[in-house]
C-alpha cells in the first residue's frame, strides 16, 4: 500500500511561560512548564493523519533512549503514524529546544541538535520505503550529517527504488542554500515559503514568483515547484501549468499562532499531490491546512478533517 513517510527532524519542544523576556544579567521566573512533540516528523505527520485519517503515514529518524524519546515516539504513535522506522540512539540525547514564551508576545527558541544531528543515510531504513511513496525529507539547514552530503545521498537513493520525494528547509539569513541546490535534481516537489524559495533560486526579483519557480525548475526540480507566502499560494508544474491561490481573508482575532503553518501547508499540499488531486484543489487544501493550524497557539493543536476546515472558513 502506498505512504507518504516524513523523515528528518524529531524534536521536543519544552515550552516555558514568562512573564517578560529579561534583559541581560536579569532573572525572570518561569511561571509553567509543558512539553509538546516539535520539528518536521511530529508537525508534519501529525497534521497529515487529521487532515486525511485514510492516508498511511510513516516516520522515520532519531531519537534518544530517553524520557524525551518515548514522549516523542509516544506521540506519533497515539496519531496513528507507523513508527517502526524510528532509531533509537545509543549515546546522543533526543533534540529538544527550548522556547521562552511571553504571553501574547514573540517566542525565543534554544535548540540542542541531539538524536536527530546524528541521523543519516546510515540510519534511513530504506527497506520500508515501497515504489510509488512519498518520502519528505527535512529540515534542510538544520540537520546536521544531512545537510553534509546524507541528505542528497538519501535523495538518489530513493529515486533510484522509485519513491517521489520532496524537501522541506528551515528559513535561514545565510549562504548555505547552495546545499540545498545540488539536491534539486532529485527532489520531485518542493514547497517552501516565498523567502527559502527566492534564496535557493538566487533570484534578483523575490517578488516575481513564478521567474522565481521556473529559476528553481532550471535547477532541477522534477515535478513541481509550491511557493507560499503571505498573499497566498502559487505552483508551477514541468508542463508548464502554473496555478495562483490567494490566501483567506480571515477575520480580526482569528490568527492565535503562527507555529507550524508552514508544516501545515507542506502536510496539506503533500495530500493533495498523493490523492491526485489538480494543482487548484492541492494549493487549496495547502491553504485550508494552514489556516487550521493559525486557529491555535501550538503546531498541531488547531488541524481538523478537512471538511471541518472548510466549515471554519468565513462564509
Same mark, same amino acid.
Given at each position: 500500500?502506498?505512504?507518504?513517510?516524513?523523515a528528518?527532524?524529531?524534536?521536543?519542544d519544552?515550552?516555558?511561560?514568562i512573564?517578560a523576556?529579561?534583559?541581560?544579567?536579569?532573572?525572570?521566573?518561569i511561571?509553567?512548564?509543558s512539553r509538546a512533540?516539535?520539528?518536521?516528523?511530529?508537525n508534519t505527520?501529525r497534521d497529515m493523519?487529521? %487532515?486525511?485519517?485514510?492516508?498511511?503515514v510513516?516516520?522515520?529518524?532519531?531519537?534518544?533512549?530517553?524520557?524525551d524519546?518515548r514522549?516523542?515516539t509516544?506521540a506519533l504513535?497515539?496519531s496513528?503514524? @507507523?513508527?517502526?522506522?524510528v532509531?533509537?540512539?545509543?549515546?546522543a540525547?533526543?533534540?529538544?529546544t527550548?522556547?521562552?514564551?511571553?504571553?501574547g508576545g514573540e517566542?525565543?527558541?534554544?535548540?540542542f541538535?541531539?538524536?536527530?544531528?546524528a541521523w543519516?543515510y546510515d540510519?534511513?531504513?530504506?527497506? *520500508?520505503v515501497?515504489?510509488?511513496d512519498?518520502v %519528505?525529507l527535512?529540515?534542510f539547514?538544520?540537520l546536521?550529517?544531512v545537510?553534509?552530503?546524507d541528505? =542528497?545521498?538519501?535523495?538518489?537513493?530513493l529515486?533510484?527504488?522509485g519513491?517521489m520525494?520532496?524537501?522541506?528547509l528551515?528559513?535561514e539569513?545565510?549562504?548555505?542554500?547552495?546545499l540545498? *541546490?545540488?539536491?534539486l535534481?532529485?527532489v520531485?516537489f518542493l514547497?517552501?515559503n516565498?523567502?527559502e524559495a527566492a534564496?535557493?533560486?538566487?533570484?534578483a526579483?523575490a517578488?516575481? %514568483?513564478r521567474?522565481?519557480?521556473?529559476a528553481?525548475?532550471?535547477?532541477?526540480?522534477?515535478?513541481r515547484?509550491v511557493?507560499?507566502h503571505p498573499?497566498?499560494?502559487v505552483?508551477?508544474?514541468r508542463d508548464g501549468?502554473?496555478t495562483?491561490?490567494?490566501?483567506?481573508?480571515?477575520?480580526?482575532?482569528?490568527?492565535k499562532?503562527?507555529t507550524?503553518?508552514?508544516d501545515?501547508?507542506c502536510?496539506?499540499? =503533500?495530500?493533495?499531490?498523493?490523492?491526485?488531486l489538480p @494543482?487548484?484543489?492541492? =494549493?487549496e487544501?495547502?491553504?485550508?491546512?494552514?489556516?487550521?493550524? %493559525?486557529s491555535?497557539p501550538g503546531?498541531t493543536?488547531?488541524?481538523r478533517p478537512i471538511d471541518? =476546515?472548510? *466549515?471554519?472558513?468565513?462564509?
Amino acid at each position: 500500500m502506498r505512504k507518504i513517510v516524513v523523515a528528518g527532524s524529531i524534536i521536543v519542544d519544552r515550552i516555558n511561560e514568562i512573564g517578560a523576556y529579561p534583559g541581560q544579567g536579569e532573572l525572570t521566573q518561569i511561571r509553567s512548564v509543558s512539553r509538546a512533540p516539535g520539528g518536521l516528523v511530529p508537525n508534519t505527520g501529525r497534521d497529515m493523519r487529521i %487532515l486525511a485519517p485514510e492516508v498511511p503515514v510513516a516516520a522515520f529518524g532519531m531519537v534518544g533512549g530517553d524520557d524525551d524519546g518515548r514522549f516523542a515516539t509516544g506521540a506519533l504513535a497515539a496519531s496513528g503514524i @507507523d513508527v517502526s522506522g524510528v532509531a533509537v540512539s545509543r549515546g546522543a540525547a533526543t533534540s529538544f529546544t527550548d522556547v521562552m514564551s511571553v504571553p501574547g508576545g514573540e517566542r525565543t527558541f534554544f535548540t540542542f541538535p541531539g538524536a536527530s544531528a546524528a541521523w543519516g543515510y546510515d540510519e534511513f531504513p530504506f527497506d *520500508r520505503v515501497s515504489q510509488g511513496d512519498i518520502v %519528505l525529507l527535512g529540515y534542510f539547514l538544520l540537520l546536521e550529517k544531512v545537510d553534509a552530503g546524507d541528505g =542528497l545521498r538519501i535523495l538518489r537513493e530513493l529515486k533510484s527504488r522509485g519513491a517521489m520525494t520532496a524537501i522541506d528547509l528551515v528559513t535561514e539569513n545565510s549562504d548555505r542554500y547552495s546545499l540545498v *541546490r545540488e539536491c534539486l535534481p532529485f527532489v520531485d516537489f518542493l514547497v517552501v515559503n516565498e523567502t527559502e524559495a527566492a534564496r535557493l533560486a538566487d533570484a534578483a526579483d523575490a517578488a516575481d %514568483l513564478r521567474s522565481v519557480a521556473d529559476a528553481l525548475l532550471g535547477l532541477g526540480v522534477r515535478e513541481r515547484v509550491v511557493i507560499h507566502h503571505p498573499g497566498g499560494a502559487v505552483s508551477l508544474s514541468r508542463d508548464g501549468a502554473w496555478t495562483e491561490r490567494p490566501a483567506v481573508k480571515l477575520p480580526p482575532g482569528f490568527i492565535k499562532g503562527k507555529t507550524g503553518a508552514g508544516d501545515a501547508f507542506c502536510a496539506g499540499t =503533500l495530500i493533495g499531490i498523493f490523492k491526485g488531486l489538480p @494543482d487548484g484543489e492541492t =494549493l487549496e487544501l495547502g491553504t485550508l491546512a494552514a489556516v487550521g493550524a %493559525l486557529s491555535a497557539p501550538g503546531a498541531t493543536d488547531g488541524m481538523r478533517p478537512i471538511d471541518e =476546515l472548510r *466549515r471554519m472558513l468565513p462564509s
